[in-house]
T-cell receptor, first 115, second 113 residues
């Protein structure tokens, strides 16, 4: 099992540019979560999907952020336009069963720097 | 008040000693509790979960849960330098059937040789 795959691993962009982060969940997992992690705010849940349907997007900071999951094996998080305060590590996680327990498995993250 | 609270540390522990990490949560009906370990520059990885009051042991790790006190802890026995990391406590909110987790800010542990 390849685990959760995220791309790119690092992204450096200028303020005002569009940024698209990508995630491939573990095959067979039916939940997908997008998180953002900063030193100041810790790990924050942005949005999550069940069977490709967005369930809760209350953590999305503002309209500049959008997320889609067109199929069970792919999701994107888009920021348009990007701002320096969006600089953070963005994690994607998918949920599966471990010893009859729902467990979230995290991808390696995308480190975003907005100049 | 934050929903999940942890001491940020750093918690300095001599090699071979026991590291004790604490976590409190605000939602009394929370049912599931998780400990994740995060090495610097890496993603969180699950190391323990616990549902019932009492202790749960897995190797050198012991999770302790006290729902009446809304308190969950993690003990690391025989601490090793490789245990140096940030430990995140996570809680499933009450009534949440979607697997959503609320994370604490994490406790940084430094094991000194």
């Amino acid at each position: 099992d390849a685990g959760v795959i995220q791309s790119p691993r690092h992204e450096v962009t200028e303020m005002g540019q569009e940024v698209t982060l990508r995630c491939k969940p573990i095959s067979g997992h039916d939940y997908l979560f997008w998180y953002r992690q900063t030193m100041m705010r810790g790990l924050e849940l942005l949005i999550y999907f069940n069977n490709n349907v967005p369930i809760d997007d209350s953590g999305m900071p503002e309209d500049r952020f959008s997320a889609k999951m067109p199929n069970a094996s792919f999701s994107t998080l888009k920021i348009q336009p990007s701002e320096p305060r969006d600089s953070a590590v963005y994690f994607c996680a998918s949920r599966g069963i471990l010893e009859s327990t729902d467990t979230q498995y995290f991808g390696p993250g995308t480190r975003l720097t907005v100049l | 008040q934050k929903e999940v609270e942890q001491n940020s540390g750093p918690l300095s522990v001599p090699e071979g000693a026991i590291a004790s990490l604490n976590c409190t949560y605000s939602d009394r009906g929370s049912q599931s509790f998780f400990w994740y370990r995060q090495y610097s520059g890496k993603s969180p990885e699950l190391i323990m979960f616990i549902y019932s009051n009492g202790d749960k042991e897995d190797g050198r790790f012991t999770a302790q849960l006290n729902k009446a006190s809304q308190y969950v802890s993690l003990l690391i026995r025989d601490s090793q330098p490789s245990d140096s990391a940030t430990y995140l406590c996570a809680v499933t909110p009450p009534g949440d059937s979607w697997g959503k987790l609320q994370f604490g800010a994490g406790t940084q542990v430094v094991v000194t040789p």
